[in-house]
């Protein structure tokens, strides 16, 4: 029985997601300890290459992201913790859409080759780059959607564009509220920060899934 293009995919997004969340499960608690450590450093440099490092990690290791963020803005202050964010965001960017590009390379056209599912992965593309910059906000799914990325061949140029802009939204975002619950010392404005984006993205993001699908 030949596979279709469509249950290919589902296939491939189900691998991802099992990938990206399995290391949640089972070691979540220790990269929360671990992540704790590395944050906790007394010289400035020390957390600047921290949150750099991990945020650029988080591709591939459960990482809090929106917490190292807003703990870097907390420790770093805003500017130096906005520029500490953006480059470990945009290096896990080019990690992931490097992991999907190579995974279909080397590995899923070896055995799927299908004509159909090029130009299915053509039709994905056209509302792609919208889903990606909405996803950025969004555990679990800002992981999958760069690999997915890469593996749809988005033009390099225009996927660094709009992960760009997502990810100087971010990390002015989470670090500008760090900052402030540094100096307002509010415990409940952190928490409402770490709920609120998330949050935010996902109801964009279904917003427009539900506009596109009603066209």
């Not at 020390?46 to 988080?58: H, K, N, P, Q, Y």
């Not at 992965?121 to 969004?138: A, N, V």
Request: hydrophobic share 55%; glycine share 8%.
């Amino acid at each position: 029985m030949r596979i279709k293009p469509r249950q290919v995919l589902i296939a491939f997004h189900v691998v991802l997601l099992v990938l990206i969340i399995l290391p949640f499960l089972l070691w979540g608690e220790e990269f929360d300890a671990l992540t704790l450590e590395l944050m906790s450093g007394q010289r400035a440099a020390e957390v600047f290459v921290a949150t750099s490092a991990l945020l650029a990690m988080d591709i591939f290791i459960p990482v809090p992201s929106s917490a190292v963020s807003v703990s870097a803005g907390m420790l770093l202050g805003a500017p130096m913790a906005f520029v500490s964010c953006t480059i470990g965001l945009t290096a896990g960017c080019f990690l992931g859409y490097g992991f999907g590009y190579y995974f279909r390379r080397f590995h899923f056209n070896r055995w799927h080759d299908d004509p159909e599912f090029r130009k299915l992965s053509m039709q994905l593309s056209k509302y792609g780059y919208i889903l990606l910059l909405f996803c950025r906000g969004i555990p679990v799914l800002a992981e999958m959607s760069l690999m997915v990325a890469g593996f749809h061949r988005y033009p390099f140029g225009k996927f660094l564009l709009i992960t760009l802009v997502g990810n100087l939204t971010l990390a002015g975002l989470y670090t500008y509220l760090g900052d402030s619950v540094q100096n307002i010392g509010s415990v409940y404005l952190l928490i409402v920060v770490l709920l609120m984006v998330p949050a935010l993205s996902y109801s964009i993001r279904l917003w427009w899934l539900n506009r596109v699908v009603a066209e």
